[in-house]
């Protein structure tokens, strides 16, 4: 039995399995992970509802949720609030909110209830130094096989990118399909980075243009080009294909 300053510092890490769950939602019990099998999964968090910068990211993911869905990404929220204050919110957001644009939100993908913490201290939501009662704006992505492949953390004043939430699984995605790694800034139609090479032999024959795919800026940096309909065939639903 871990002690409240143990439960409060486990940080599940990347290339950890994802901790297993069963949660009340407003979309009904969800089994995590066993309901989402083969699927992605971003899990996100937010400090408590009713607060404006969650609203404003709440509408955004909402309206974007079809957008990752394509990219068999599955979306789900967790605040530190109970079961009727969710659904309150969520109305409210639906009946009474406009953000840019954006108005009669209806937000479909599950918002977890969580007000023991169970959940949000098993994935290390609960940061201390910021607050010891609202989770801190966490972000798993979480791959087909339960393991956690990516997190970004923001603190509770700080509202997310979602463009760079999109990019981040995209470039995942991208890197399982075609087995390589992704530079500074990547977006799909960019170059791509291949893995360094593994022998003198390799690095030799890199500088000497033997390959005549890949550009080397030098024998441990070589990029080659991967185009951006290849990578979104491969990563996103085709007949339904947003770029
Ligand atoms: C907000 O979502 O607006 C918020 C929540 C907690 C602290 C500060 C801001």
């Known amino acids: ?84 204050s969710h659904i309150a919110w969520l109305r409210t957001i639906k009946d009474k909110i406009e953000f840019k644009g954006m108005k009669n939100t209806e937000v479909k993908f599950p918002l977890i209830e969580d007000i023991t913490m169970e959940i949000a201290k098993k994935y290390g939501m609960i940061q201390p130094g910021e607050s010891e009662t609202q989770a801190v704006r966490a972000v798993f992505f979480i791959d087909p096989n339960g393991i956690i492949r990516a997190i970004i953390y923001y603190p509770l004043s700080l509202g997310r990118n979602f463009d760079e939430l999109y990019r981040v699984l995209i470039a995942l ?11 500074a800034d990547w977006n799909p139609g960019d170059d791509v980075i291949i893995s360094p090479a593994g022998s003198c032999g390799m690095a030799q024959d890199r500088m000497e243009g033997k390959d005549q795919e890949l550009e080397c800026k030098d024998w441990f940096f070589c990029t080659k080009k991967l185009d951006k309909e290849e990578v979104l065939a491969a990563v996103v639903k085709t007949s339904t294909r947003i770029s």
């Open 173 to 183: 995605r991208t890197s399982d399909a075609f087995s390589v790694a992704t530079p």
């Open 1 to 84: 039995m871990e002690t409240i300053q143990e439960e409060q510092a486990m940080m599940p890490r990347i290339g950890d399995e994802a901790p297993a769950f069963t949660a009340m939602t407003t979309q009904g019990e969800i089994h995590f992970p066993q309901d989402y099998t083969g699927q992605w999964v971003i899990l996100f968090s937010h400090p408590a509802d009713f607060t404006p910068v969650c609203t404003s990211e709440f509408m955004t993911f909402a309206s974007l949720e079809e957008k990752f869905n394509k990219a068999n990404c599955k979306l789900i929220g967790l605040s530190i609030d109970g079961l009727y």
